[in-house]
């Protein structure tokens, strides 16, 4: 059984930045961050492999977000840079045992997830 437990979000304006962290238990699995805005689907924002070798970003991020670990404390990393009202969003750590490459941006890929941390942006 695997837990996840997000933290790290809040308000900050546009431009601003945060940092999100996921705290694993269990077996180290892929590992990805989704978020979903009110009345929109869940999408996904970055992939890491469980090694970390490897990483995914949805186009909408790529160059602003990035994502990481640290196996030996399991831990997972979003760092958030030049945040937009439009990544305002519930953010959510996800993992997975087995994940297929061309769609690690697929909620259902996905075993385990968290509760959630909340990202609001202003402008």
């Known amino acids: 059984q695997v837990q996840l437990v997000e933290s790290g979000g809040g308000s900050v304006q546009a431009g601003g930045s945060l940092r999100l962290s996921c705290a694993a238990s269990g077996y180290i699995y892929n590992m990805g961050w989704f978020r979903q805005a009110p009345g929109k689907e869940r999408e996904g924002v970055a992939a890491?492999?469980?090694?970390?070798?490897?990483?995914y970003y949805a186009d909408s991020v790529k160059g602003r977000f990035t994502i990481s670990r640290d196996n030996a404390e399991k831990m997972l990393y979003l760092q958030m840079n030049s945040l937009q009202p439009e990544d305002t969003a519930m953010y959510y750590c996800a993992a997975g045992l087995a994940i297929r490459s061309s769609l690690v941006f697929l909620p259902s890929e996905y075993n385990y997830w968290g509760q959630g941390t909340q990202v609001t942006v202003s402008s």
């Open positions: 890491i492999t469980a090694s970390g070798t490897v990483t």
